[in-house]
């Protein structure tokens, strides 16, 4: 049994990466930040105010689940709400907030307590899994992520200028690399890997040979 962190910046490409890494090597993928986008989703419906720490008591009646790949919030089918532009604009504040990340790494770290799995977030080697086996920082270059972003959400119907979303994602690293609680940090024992220039399978190849040089498969 072993475990995986892959970190890095918005639109960096890890939650594509980590899903084809997973079925590559026939181990869980985990995407912690799709966690962090149920909460925030529960928090907008509720209409609490998302920066005070004390509106989050609803985590006590929250329940999350993970099913052939789906996100189920309280009994809810939410994979396609989580991915909204509203979600995507307002989830740096939930994921700052104290309680909300220890209730969630509480959560991630008893599942891959259970099995081998490949995890993916902004502090997964840092805080999450400090013993993974093998760690990787994912990035790429702003305007790099800023095209996928928007390839992402053209598939999805949604239109967004390249100036509006490198401006969107430069807000995002802000928040992530400076939130006092688990900010966007390279592990010190962490490989990067910057692929602004590279394939998805490029990627997912040098990840695997990496795996196989450690001996874990």
Known sequence: MYKIAIDGPAGAGKST???KLASALNIEYIDTGAMYRAITLKAIRLGIDMEDENSYGFLK?????ICNGR????GEDVSEKIRSVEITENVSTPSKIK????F??????KISDKKSVVMDGRDIGTVVLPKAEL????????ECRARRRMLERKLAGIEKSLEETIEEIEIRDYKDSTRKE???KKSEDAVVIDSSNMSIDEVVSTIIYLVS???LV
């Not at 009646?61 to 689940?65: E, G, K, P, S, Y």
């Not at 760690?135 to 702003?142: D, G, H, P, R, Y």
Request: net charge negative; proline share 3%; charged share 30%.
């Open 104 to 109: 969630l790494v509480d959560y991630q770290r």
């Open 71 to 74: 996100f189920i919030l309280d």
């Open 182 to 184: 688990s900010p966007l």
């Open 17 to 19: 990466i980590a899903k």
């Open 61 to 65: 009646d929250t329940n999350l689940d």
């Open 99 to 102: 309680c909300v990340r220890e």
């Open 135 to 142: 760690k990787i920082f994912l990035t790429a270059s702003v």
């Open 213 to 215: 040089e450690r001996g």
